[in-house]
């Protein structure tokens, strides 16, 4: 049968036009953070680019194999060179025995990112040192100093911990070893403890690090995604 060359010719228009129309609204019913749905290795197993150090020396901090570990004291916060406002964050932690550190976020580039941005504590809660002798919110799971935990699932110093930690706008989530420890609205923590300023004047953009806290402290598996 012959082919009219006018009616293939608006037959082949009417599939082009058809065909950029369903993809366009593929396009258009897709999430706005597609883009940015993949996890980031904040850690690329080799060294320590991508991270710079505040407060502190780089010397304390060193790639080890498929961790980066805190060697000596006075290393402050190895710090992101990027910062992130909603994201989340893994991160796999282990501390000594007495061992001190934190996970900072949402920090900005000057100032003691434990009060200016958040530091969520990670520490040896049943060292001897500590023990009965520290205000709820400075063990483990505390957002330093202003909200203490809803449980202490951590595990023993020498084992490894894991944080999952969730920021959208006003709201900080973390979970310890899959148990959630903090649901917190921060624009409701008006009031300052320990004289330091209130969550709620804190950024809701910033850096996110480890800190140094003079003991040797490992940290592996860290990701973040940008929601």
Known sequence: MNRDP?????????????GGALLLAAVAAAPASFAKDKWEKLYNGKDLSGWHVQNGKLEAWKANGDMISCVEPGGGWLTSDKEYGDFELKIDWKI????????????????????????????????????????????????????????????????????EVRCKGDRVQVKLNGVEIQDCDVSKETVGKGGHKSLAERPRKGFVGMQSHGHQVDFKNIEIREL
């Not at 006018?6 to 058809?18: D, H, Q, S």
């Open 6 to 18: 006018f009616v293939e010719r608006t037959m082949n228009r009417r599939i082009f036009f058809t």
């Open 96 to 163: 000594p025995p007495g061992g001190n550190s934190g996970l900072g976020i949402r920090y900005p580039g000057q100032g003691d990112p434990a009060h200016e941005g958040i530091e969520i504590q990670m520490l040896d809660d049943p060292a001897p040192e500590y023990k009965g002798k520290l205000v709820d919110a400075q063990y483990t799971g505390g957002l330093y100093y202003q909200v203490a935990p809803k449980a202490h699932p951590s595990k023993p110093a020498g084992e490894w911990n894991r944080y």
